[in-house]
C-alpha cells in the first residue's frame, strides 16, 4: 500500500497498548493464517485491545498511517478471510470477552467480539436460554458476525444474519457508531447493521452486539438414518421442509464421508451409504409427532437404520462426530490436507447439484467427501490432496471452481455460509453483477484510505 509507515504505526501502538502490542514471532505467526489452506503472510504486528475506545484509538493511528488492519477472532475462518495479504496490524478481539447483559425477559444478549458461542451458551445456562448459531468450530460471536456464520441449526433457527439485531462498530477513521436496536424491528433508514454483517473485517470492527436467544426446547431427540442413495435423503429432506416440519437439525454425508466417519470414531459402526443426521425440538408430545412423520417419509424413500438418541451425553457424541466431519474426512487418506469449499442452492436444485458434484469428483480423480446443512440446500466438499503435488492442488482448484459453476447455473451461491475471503472474491462479479460494483462504492466511502483487510471482498482502484 502507498505511503504506509509500519515503523511509526507500531511506535503509536506500542506507546497506547504497551505489552498488549506484540512483534513476537509466535504472535505473527499464530495470526498469519486460518484453517484454510492459504498461505500464511505475516503482520507486522499484533494488537491487543481490551476496551471500545482503544479500538478506536487503534484505527486512528493506522488510518494516519496508511496501515493495513486485519481483525481476528479466534482463527477459525475457512477461505482466508484473516491472511494479512499486505502485512500491517492484526487486531485480535479476543480480552474483549465480556457477556455484558442477559435479558432473559427480552430473549437477547448484549456481548463483545471476542466472546465465544460456547461462552455465551455457558453464561445462558441457568437462565433457561440458548444462543443457537452453531458454525461447529466454537467461534467468536464478531467473528460469525463479519463472516455471516451458519451452521447446522440454521434450517430452524436462522443464520447470524437472522440473530443479530444491533452492533457497534469502529469505523477505519476510529469513529464509534452504532446500528440498530434491540428492538425486535425497525422502519428507520438503511439496515446498516446488515451492511456490516458479512463485511468480512473489510468496513471496520465489531466491537459489541446485541444478539436473539431462543428458549432451550422442552425435549429434545436426535437420530441418525441410511438411504439408498443421496437422492433418496434429498427428497426426503424436501418434503419434510415442505410439509413444514420444525427439524431443529438436518445434515447430509455422503457415503465417502461416512466411511470416514467410522474410521475416524471407531464405535460408530454405521452404513456406509449416505446418511442423514437429524435433531427435533419441542415438547415431548410435539417432538413424537415430528418424528413419526418423519420416520414415514422415510420409510416412503427406502431409508432404514434409525438410530435413536435421547440422553444428552448421546446426542452430544453424535452432533461431536458431525462437527468433526473435517477430521473424520481426512482419516479417508493419511497425511493429506484438505481443500476446503461449500455452495448453496434452491433446496429444489439440491439433488441434481450434488449428483452433478459427484460426476465432477469422480472426473477429478480426487477423493471429497461431502457433508450438507440439506435443508436449506448449503453442501461442503472436502477435497483432500498432498500439499507437496503441484498437479493434486491444480486439480482441486479445478474441482472446486467447476462446483462453484455449477452453483451459480442452478441460480445458488458460490458460498452458504464460509464466505469469500481470499478463496472465492473471483466469482463476485459474475453472482451479483452489477451489484457488486456497488459493494466498491460502499467500501470506498467507508473505507476511502483501503485499511480494512485490503484485497478481501473488493478491490479499490
Avoid at 215 to 240: K, M, W, Y
Amino acid at each position: 500500500m502507498p505511503n504506509v509507515d509500519i515503523q511509526a504505526t507500531v511506535t503509536e501502538l506500542q506507546a497506547l497498548l504497551g505489552d498488549r502490542l506484540s512483534t513476537g514471532a509466535s504472535i505473527l505467526d499464530q495470526h498469519s493464517h486460518d484453517e484454510a489452506y492459504t498461505p500464511p503472510v505475516l503482520p507486522d504486528a499484533v494488537a491487543f485491545p481490551e476496551t471500545t475506545d482503544e479500538v478506536s484509538q487503534i484505527l486512528r493511528i493506522c488510518s494516519k498511517h496508511g496501515c493495513p488492519v486485519v481483525p481476528y477472532g479466534v482463527g477459525t475462518s475457512l477461505e482466508g478471510h484473516i491472511v494479512p495479504v499486505q502485512g500491517g496490524v492484526s487486531v485480535d478481539t479476543s480480552r474483549m470477552n465480556a457477556v455484558i447483559a442477559i435479558n432473559q425477559s427480552d430473549l437477547d444478549a448484549v456481548v463483545e467480539p471476542g466472546v465465544t458461542r460456547m461462552q455465551l451458551n455457558d453464561a445462558l445456562r441457568a437462565s433457561g436460554l440458548m444462543f443457537t448459531v452453531d458454525p461447529g468450530a466454537d467461534a467468536s460471536l464478531g467473528g460469525m458476525a463479519a463472516t455471516r456464520a451458519s451452521g447446522t441449526n440454521t434450517v430452524r433457527y436462522g443464520t447470524m444474519a437472522d440473530n443479530v439485531l444491533a452492533l457497534e462498530v469502529v469505523l477505519p477513521d476510529g469513529q464509534i457508531i452504532h446500528t440498530g436496536s434491540r428492538a425486535r424491528k425497525s422502519s428507520t433508514g438503511y439496515d446498516l447493521t446488515h451492511l456490516f454483517i458479512g463485511s468480512e473485517g473489510t468496513l471496520g470492527i465489531i466491537t459489541k452486539l446485541t444478539v436473539k436467544l431462543h428458549g432451550q426446547p422442552e425435549h429434545i431427540a436426535a437420530a441418525t438414518c441410511a438411504f439408498p442413495d443421496i437422492a433418496s435423503a434429498v427428497e426426503t429432506v424436501i418434503l419434510a421442509i415442505q410439509m413444514g416440519l420444525p427439524l431443529a437439525r438436518i445434515e447430509l454425508l455422503d457415503e465417502v464421508q461416512m466411511r470416514g466417519m467410522n474410521i475416524y470414531n471407531p464405535d460408530m459402526t454405521l452404513p456406509e451409504t449416505p446418511h442423514l443426521f437429524l435433531e427435533f425440538h419441542g415438547t415431548e408430545a410435539g417432538v413424537a409427532e415430528q418424528v413419526e412423520s418423519l420416520a414415514s417419509l422415510v420409510e416412503d424413500h427406502g431409508g432404514s437404520d434409525f438410530a435413536w438418541a435421547t440422553k444428552t451425553e448421546d446426542r452430544n457424541r453424535l452432533w461431536k462426530a458431525r462437527h468433526e466431519a473435517y477430521y473424520a474426512g481426512k482419516a479417508l487418506r493419511q497425511g493429506t490436507e484438505g481443500v476446503v469449499t461449500d455452495c448453496c442452492v434452491p433446496i429444489s436444485a439440491l439433488a441434481e447439484c450434488i449428483a452433478r458434484t459427484k460426476e465432477l469428483i469422480a472426473d477429478s480423480g480426487l477423493m471429497a467427501p461431502l457433508v450438507g446443512h440439506v435443508g436449506d440446500g448449503n453442501f461442503h466438499l472436502l477435497i483432500l490432496v498432498d500439499p507437496d503435488s503441484t498437479d493434486e492442488m491444480a486439480r482441486a482448484g479445478a474441482l472446486a471452481n467447476k462446483v462453484n459453476m455449477l452453483a451459480l447455473e442452478f441460480g445458488g451461491t458460490v458460498s452458504g455460509e464460509h464466505g469469500i475471503g481470499l478463496g472465492k472474491r473471483k466469482y463476485l462479479a459474475q453472482e451479483h453483477g452489477a451489484a457488486y460494483a456497488l459493494m466498491g462504492v460502499l467500501k470506498k466511502a467507508v473505507d476511502p484510505g483501503n485499511i480494512m483487510n485490503p484485497g478481501k471482498l473488493v478491490t479499490l482502484n
